[in-house]
């Protein structure tokens, strides 16, 4: 089977899984309370999908990243292979050296610049081309923005909840081109990864609210919903409208053809304001561009545009080489070096995002780093950028180069001023030889070698290897997504057996983290005190006679199904949501590795525990706590911290709970020592209280899991939908 029948497979098949959740819920009610988020992460295996589709087509490409513009002048120069060390470009009619007449200072561009050999096909007056931010991505480099300036607080999801109720009614028939669900959640994973742990309040439920509504709104109504990832400030709101307009100027156009004179002025002279930052010199551009939009390769009419609206809406310039480059076939994309200060402009926040960018569109091939960072401060969060590009573009395969290289030049920090700060971003990335490599290019020796390394790393098979590796994740994810739907079909009661103890060795070598397992399994303690809020206000505010949310021209469209716990009880919601947290918890590779378990591990605790809890009834010990008047939510918090710490063998009497692995002759979470019994005498082997209760959770875990084994729901799906499922996800 070919790579690109895989690709296509990864397509067709969130779409039909999608179909399925949405006819199965209406038969199923357990499934329906979980659909949101499942069809959440449909949506993301969708955008992950279409990416890898978009590769197939795009160029091989090496990444030159970092501060030293010289450094990465340095290589361009090699592998532009350019005479008399140029870099020869040939926009429209001009033939322009990009060191001499572009960027002769080496400055920092304002945007990503791509050089390639491709053919440009665009008319002499509008030689340029640009690629442009989608809304969604717009939207990323905001809330990043926010995040830097000081005064970030926590996104409250019983507001959004209310905003998105009040723009229901607004929903058009028709999807607007600006976003897609797919895009949303590729917004929403970024806004987990720049957002403090503590501060991630936002379920995968109402991720996809949002991803079903977005796209039936218009600017205006889009913007409401925005405004709350960076907090309602009204200064960001304009500055994002005022972009989010120029991109509905140009159709979402995703590529614009601009004029030679926003680099160069007649006289070949570099110009700034645009690619380069704005200087002293008289030589300024006009406030407006005429740029024209490209739309399945045809040229659109001429849309004038406000130079920083452009400026920002940017992410990269193409420049055509006018020799081969070296490897030849492959683009060279220099990418600007990022700095993460407080209180940064908006366009530092946009150049931070780049790499992101790149990785979200699973760019370049090798990316080469010439001095990653320019203080101690960005140390950390460059790490963890790289790192974020290595584990999304780089599948682990024992015989793959590695994609991340750092290239020492003459024109190194090292060398300039003796600091080398990359060095602590390489010891927090780990792995040398593995995650990342090192290459020289000193002299012309060294480039030698360098161009004969890339020639092998950036070769038609490697990304082909690249592409098939990614492919085959990509198809791994739908039936670890539905594996406790497919459990009954696919696995014999010996096999789960053997699967529950592996399981709970896998946690037992990571049992000095059990704290944090159990931290991480209880919801935000905010989420569940809203829970209670909104029950008090539903009983205490009447029901109103007349809405202005109401559209009495519009056509009436249904945007999403009723929330399925809409007329539940409060304890049914709160065991609705410690459910779908534990749901979105156990789907994230990082928690896994926080953890030092893998992904599988991680998927079949999360089973286990949410099935126990609908086979003891959770729902029910947390009805009779929401019988008290003046429920908090803290005391429903407390109770699930109860049932993840003891797994419900605190309410089964001591003599009939299973015996202790590591507490001879004593039953589970027994104590150490009977209240009515004097110690007389230590131990031959003393144990500590919490490693008794360490292994006791974990042999309670394993008692759980076997008690599961053959357990369904009388709401749960039934076998012919089970079969249904097994034959859209195949065989595995």
Not at 81 to 109: E, F, M, R, Y
Not at 287 to 293: F, I, T
Not at 473 to 488: E, K, M, N
Request: overall charge negative; hydrophobic content about 45%.
């Amino acid at each position: 089977m070919t790579v690109s029948t895989l690709i296509n497979q990864t397509l067709t098949t969130p779409v039909a899984l999608t179909r399925w959740v949405e006819t199965t819920r209406a038969h199923a009610p357990l499934l329906d309370e979980e659909a949101g988020p499942l069809l959440a992460r449909l949506s993301a295996l969708r955008a992950s999908a279409q990416t890898l589709n978009t590769l197939v087509s795009e160029p091989r490409t090496l990444g030159l990243y970092g501060h030293s513009q010289a450094g990465k002048a340095h290589l361009l120069a090699t592998l532009a292979n350019g005479s008399q060390g140029q870099v020869a470009v040939a926009p429209g009619d001009k033939h322009l050296d990009w060191l001499t007449h572009i960027n002769p200072g080496h400055s920092a561009t304002a945007m990503a610049v791509r050089f390639t050999r491709a053919p440009s096909a665009l008319p002499e007056e509008f030689p340029l081309r640009l690629r442009l931010f989608s809304e969604a991505e717009l939207v990323q480099i905001f809330l990043a923005h926010y995040q830097t300036s000081g005064q970030a607080r926590a996104v409250s999801e019983e507001e959004l909840r209310q905003r998105l109720a009040q723009l229901q009614s607004l929903g058009q028939p028709q999807s607007h081109p600006a976003i897609s669900a797919p895009d949303v959640m590729t917004l929403a994973a970024r806004w987990r990864e720049v957002t403090p742990a503590r501060q991630r309040t936002l379920s995968d439920d109402v991720w996809h609210q949002l991803a079903e509504l977005l796209p039936a709104l218009n600017l205006p109504e889009r913007v409401r919903l925005y405004a709350l990832l960076w907090g309602d400030i009204a200064e960001l709101t304009q500055q994002f409208m005022t972009l989010a307009e120029g991109l509905l100027l140009l159709g979402h156009a995703r590529e614009v053809a601009a004029p030679l004179s926003l680099l160069v002025d007649n006289f070949s002279l570099p110009v700034e304001g645009f690619l380069l930052p704005a200087g002293s010199g008289e030589e300024a551009l006009p406030d407006e561009v005429l740029v024209r939009a490209l739309e399945q390769h045809q040229l659109q009419g001429m849309v004038s545009l406000p130079l920083t609206t452009l400026t920002l809406l940017c992410a990269e310039l193409t420049l055509p080489l006018a020799t081969p480059s070296v490897p030849e076939g492959v683009d060279l994309l220099d990418i600007p070096g990022a700095t993460y200060r407080q209180n940064d402009s908006l366009n530092a926040s946009k150049i931070a995002f780049l790499l992101d960018y790149y990785r979200q569109h699973q760019q370049p091939d090798v990316l080469m780093v010439c001095n990653a960072v320019q203080s101690r401060a960005d140390i950390a969060p460059v790490a963890r950028t790289l790192l974020r590009w290595v584990n999304a573009t780089q599948p682990a395969s024992p015989d793959a180069l590695p994609g991340l290289v750092w290239a020492i030049t003459p024109h190194d920090a090292r060398f300039l001023d003796g600091q080398h700060l990359d060095e602590g971003v390489q010891r927090l990335l780990g792995k040398p030889g593995h995650t990342w490599g090192t290459l020289q290019a000193l002299d012309g020796r060294n480039l030698q070698r360098l161009t004969e390394w890339l020639s092998q790393a950036l070769s038609q098979s490697s990304r082909e290897r690249r592409l098939a590796l990614l492919t085959a994740q990509a198809q791994a994810q739908p039936a670890l997504l539905f594996s406790r739907y497919l459990a009954p079909l696919t696995a014999d009661e010996a096999t789960l057996r053997a699967t529950a103890e592996n399981g709970v060795r896998t946690l037992q070598r990571q049992a000095a983290r059990h704290g944090d397992l159990l931290q991480a399994l209880l919801p935000d303690p905010a989420a569940l005190q809203a829970l209670c809020e909104t029950e008090e206000r539903h009983e205490e505010m009447p029901q109103g006679l007349f809405s202005a949310e109401i559209d009495l021209f519009g056509e009436s469209v249904s945007v999403r199904p009723a929330d399925p716990a809409a007329g539940a009880s409060l304890a049914r919601r709160a065991h609705r949501l410690w459910v779908n947290h534990v749901r979105q918890w156990m789907q994230n590779e990082e928690h896994a590795a926080l953890l030092g378990i893998d992904a599988a591990t991680l998927h079949w605790l999360g089973d286990t525990l949410i099935i126990a809890s609908y086979r003891l009834d959770l729902a029910a010990r947390l009805e009779t706590l929401a019988a008290h008047e003046g429920l908090s939510g803290a005391q429903l918090r407390a109770e699930l911290g109860n049932f993840v710490s003891w797994l419900g063998f605190e309410r089964m009497p001591q003599a009939e709970r299973p015996a202790s692995r590591v507490n001879p002759n004593e039953r589970l979470f027994a104590s150490a020592v009977a209240h009515d019994k004097r110690l007389t005498r230590l131990g031959e082997k003393p144990v500590h209280a919490a490693t008794r209760y360490v292994y006791d959770w974990l042999v309670a875990l394993y008692t759980r899991a076997i008690e599961n084994i053959g357990y369904e729901h009388p709401l749960d799906i039934k076998p012919a939908d089970r079969k249904a499922l097994a034959k859209i996800i195949g065989p595995r």
